[in-house]
């Protein structure tokens, strides 16, 4: 098995390292920095590895990464890039609009005045079948999250209601 060796040590030495990890608050940095240090001071991987109970290949992954940029890509992590959505981007803003602006009533679904989630899933306007969470995840995503509806007197007069307020004013006073 081939030592692992810090080829270029960016001007650290072990003992710069060691006040360095002292310093850090992040634990998974701490334990990089300290990964890298116990190498140079002349570890095998496998010792440091079992020291910072990670595996071997994740400490030769440290020093590495230190070799090539020093402690400032330490901190890098490379996460997957996950799965392509069922939905554009143009797509997923039509569908924040249709909730934002229009009701189902309004476009004939429902007599429901507001959307939820159960009627977003049966508009298959894309052709794509999503779940229910998925739809929830989608829209919180965007900025939007649930409310329950509130009612409105769409034949309230606002004047006779202004009299009313008054009456009221008038009777608790006296």
Known sequence: MKRLKITNDHGWTP???RKQERKIKNTLLRQRV???RLVMEGYLGKEVASMVNVCRQTVSHYVSLFNEGGLELLPHRDFAPGREPFLTEEQQEEIKQL????TPAELG????SAWNTKLLQSYEHFGVSISREALRKLLHRKGLSWTRP????AKGDPDRQKNFEKQIDFIKKT
């Not at 679904?109 to 429901?112: G, I, N, P, T």
């Not at 509130?150 to 007197?153: A, K, R, V």
Request: charged share 10%; hydrophobic share 55%.
């Open 34 to 36: 300290m990964a890298v």
């Open 150 to 153: 509130t009612y409105t007197l």
């Open 99 to 102: 909730v934002l602006t229009t």
């Open 109 to 112: 679904w429902d007599v429901a």
């Open 15 to 17: 003992r710069t390292l």
